[in-house]
């Protein structure tokens, strides 16, 4: 029942920009944290950034000040907005979440229960 669907993922040369999207359904979005992962072959899964039940937003060093993420509500949809892209943010993003609601700082180590398709994101030097 409860769905995420990712999109917005391509082809872009480093210092480019690219937005991706999470549209959800199936739950309550406003209370719930929605978390960006993502996977790149023969790297470890890592926790992009993270919008959180009570509007906070955190990310992982490696992305701050160069991505951004924003909620729309009333389509119940997440926006992962990249600039300044680099080859070593090339994987496949995902947007998670779990029914308990909220993440808080721990936000990577939360074994989130459901999850999308993905989208790949490819950065060329």
């Known amino acids: 029942e409860v769905q995420l669907v990712e999109s917005g993922g391509g082809l872009v040369q480093a210092g480019g920009t690219l937005i991706l999207s999470c549209t959800s359904s199936?739950?309550?979005?406003?209370?719930?944290?929605i978390v960006w992962f993502r996977q790149a072959p023969w790297k470890e899964r890592e926790g992009v950034g993270c919008?959180?039940?009570?509007?906070?937003?955190r990310y992982t060093d490696s992305v701050k000040g160069r991505f951004t993420i924003a909620r729309d509500s009333a389509k119940n949809t997440v926006f992962l907005q990249m600039t300044n892209l680099k080859p070593e943010d090339t994987g496949v993003y995902y947007c998670?979440?779990?029914?308990?609601?909220?993440?808080?700082?721990?936000?990577?180590?939360?074994?989130?229960?459901?999850w999308g398709q993905g989208t790949e994101v490819t950065v060329s030097a």
């Open positions: 998670e979440t779990d029914p308990r609601g909220g993440a808080g700082f721990l936000w990577k180590s939360i074994p989130y229960t459901y």
């Open positions: 199936g739950f309550d979005f406003d209370g719930h944290a």
């Open positions: 919008y959180d039940s009570d509007g906070t937003t």
